[in-house]
T-cell receptor
Framework: GQQLNQSPQSMFIQEGEDVSMNCTSSSIFNTWLWYKQEPGEGPVLLIALYKAGELTSNGRLTAQFGITRKDSFLNISASIPSDVGIYFCAGQPLNNAGNMLTFGGGTRLMVKP | DADVTQTPRNRITKTGKRIMLECSQTKGHDRMYWYRQDPGLGLRLIYYSFDVKDINKGEISDGYSVSRQAQAKFSLSLESAIPNQTALYFC?????????????FGQGTRLTVV
């Protein structure tokens, strides 16, 4: 099946630092999504991207849909302790009529106060 | 109350036992999904259903079966559990029509097969 390579796998940063993570694929995607999973909870959608080149912000979060349609990044500015969690990218591959998402392996973010 | 509710939240079962995980939703969505999460592997799709009469296999359906009892209910069964089915299982829903819709996830069921 489709594969998304998400990096880094984990990050341990100081509160206040900026964070960047990304996803790449060898295939073209129609949609890129970024989810956050907190301990004991299911993933929650943060940002959805629908067009190549699209740059979207949600508070301190900014994500972009790569122009080649094969990658996306998520930036978090001025991190705070509640940013801790696992961040997943997900994409809907081209020619996927079933609304099925392919997920990356996740980036585990740890923030030191 | 959660929009997507999974039961049980935690379960320990023995190898060879049959087990059912249940999911119910109050969002009125037509589409429901079962995913499995393993460390470092993200979420992988097991089965999905677009409506009550529609069931489709996902990426990793071997060893699993599902039943869509109603629009709001979608259950996942392990007919004969094995240890490598130990994982975190998520139910999700999405609704609306068109190109893409947002997926809403339940809180997960942590299954351990011993």
């Amino acid at each position: 099946g489709q594969q998304l390579n998400q990096s880094p796998q984990s990050m341990f940063i100081q509160e206040g630092e900026d964070v960047s993570m990304n996803c790449t694929s060898s295939s073209i995607f129609n949609t890129w999504l970024w989810y956050k999973q907190e301990p004991g909870e299911g993933p929650v959608l943060l940002i959805a991207l629908y067009k190549a080149g699209e740059l979207t912000s949600n508070g301190r979060l900014t994500a972009q849909f790569g122009i080649t349609r094969k990658d996306s990044f998520l930036n978090i500015s001025a991190s705070i302790p509640s940013d801790v969690g696992i961040y997943f990218c997900a994409g809907q591959p081209l020619n996927n009529a079933g609304n099925m998402l392919t997920f990356g392996g996740g980036t585990r973010l740890m923030v030191k106060p | 109350d959660a929009d997507v509710t999974q039961t049980p939240r935690n379960r320990i079962t023995k190898t060879g036992k049959r087990i059912m995980l249940e999911c119910s939703q109050t969002k009125g969505h037509d589409r429901m999904y079962w995913y499995r999460q393993d460390p470092g592997l993200g979420l992988r799709l097991i089965y999905y259903s677009f409506d009550v009469k529609d069931i489709n296999k996902g990426e990793i359906s071997d060893g699993y079966s599902v039943s869509r009892q109603a629009q709001a209910k979608f259950s996942l069964s392990l007919e004969s559990a094995i240890p490598n089915q130990t994982a975190l299982y998520f139910c999700a829903t999405s609704g609306g029509t068109g190109y893409w819709t947002e997926a809403f996830f339940g809180q997960g069921t942590r299954l351990t097969v011993v």
